[in-house]
């Protein structure tokens, strides 16, 4: 169940990332608000975390391409 929350959670992230009529700053607030919706405290480091995976992956996929 975690997983699958947190799968949503990075495909509405990238949606709120991709939005190009936000700033940056928008952007960051938007994510931390769905991030806080989303999870209790306590999960909220360990999905911080694996965001920073995700991204690294979709760096690396961007790179082999």
């Known amino acids: 169940e975690f997983e699958e929350t ?6 509405q992230r ?5 939005n190009s ?6 952007q960051q607030s938007e ?6 919706k989303m999870f209790t ?4 480091r360990r ?3 694996l965001e920073g ?3 690294q992956q979709k760096l690396s996929n961007k790179k082999s391409i």
Do not use: G
């Open 41 to 44: 405290e306590k999960q909220v």
């Open 6 to 11: 947190v799968n949503s959670y990075l495909q």
């Open 31 to 36: 994510v931390d608000l769905l991030r806080n």
């Open 53 to 55: 995976i995700a991204d």
């Open 14 to 18: 990238d949606e709120i990332l991709a």
């Open 21 to 26: 009529l936000l700033t940056i700053e928008e």
């Open 47 to 49: 999905v911080q975390a």
